[in-house]
């Protein structure tokens, strides 16, 4: 089982342990919800240091990640940041990632740590280009600040303007006089930004940030991780993407995919699916009576099975008990009423929007 550089830290504040991706992680601190409405209502530092980073140098690199990433590389300029995805030819998920474009031959590719060796061995198969891949995931940690005081806080830390850092761009800054990565992403639907340095860098930052945040912020586990990246309907590998999945029957083409650049692998497959219209599909769901809907549960339509829920919470932002769900067409309409079978006993549920929270930020 891997440590992150904060483990120590985690410990101290009594944080629930549990396995991660092969890492010991911070489960919970407090309560899910306590941390979750921090991050919601002020902010949350997340220990995100078990997540891979590939480095992607040479003459051909931008080439090579066109090829396997299913965003427009070509379009990229110095200081951006891409989300997308790594697709199997048959059009499902290796892992979805972030893409950052330092300059025309160096890239960082950010993937899951649950994914991290079978990333880096699909592509190192892929690679036949004039670039090297180097996976620098054991040399680099990373910390995550959201919420809507993230810029306030981290402000105090540097001299660096963050509010000329625009989303989903990134910048080389000090903070506190160690030079590190700073992008303004995250995954919790709220404003924020993500530290990437060695380790001895981010060990130092976590505590300065944990000082400068004082009684606004608060360190924040995966739990609600996990709830704040699903009232937003961001997917999590496993549950909403996976090598059965493609981005299309996920829902998120839109923000992951685009059919107009380059010849990416498994783009054929969603180019046909795009013509057809996929078969099944990711909605939101509501439960009409009472319970909890979990992952796996099953969703039925006059006793005929038509789906499986893949993430499902009472919502911690708006007290709904809701889920996403992966729909047979034609019962993925909204305000379709569905059964969902907890413990036995058949439940109502209706389908509606997946995004349970609407953001309070705007993305500038």
Known sequence: MKKTVLYDAHVALDAQMVDFGGFLMPLIYTSITEEHNYVREKAGIFDVSHMGEFYIKGKEAGKFVDYIFTNDVSSMVDGQVLYGMMLYPTGGVVDDLLVYKVHNEFYIMVVNASNADKDFAWATEQQKFDCVLTNESDNISEVALQGPLAEEILQKLTDYDLS??????????????????????????????????????????????????GENIAPAGLGCRDTLRFEVALPLYGNELSKDITPLEAGLASISVRLEAGDFIGKDVL????????????????????GILRHGYEIFKDGTKVGEITTGYRSPSTGETVAMAMIDRPFDKRGTELEVQIRNKMKKVVVRNKKFYTKSYKEN
């Open 164 to 213: 000329t850092l625009t989303f989903f761009t990134f910048s080389m800054m000090l903070i506190n006089g160690k030079n590190v990565l700073v992008s303004r992403t995250g995954y919790t639907g709220e404003d924020g930004f993500e530290i990437y340095g060695y380790e001895t860098e981010i060990k130092e930052i976590w505590k300065e940030i944990l000082e400068a945040g």
């Open 271 to 290: 180019v046909k699916q795009k013509a057809e219209k996929t078969k099944r599909r990711i909605v939101g769901l509501k439960l009409i009576d009472k």
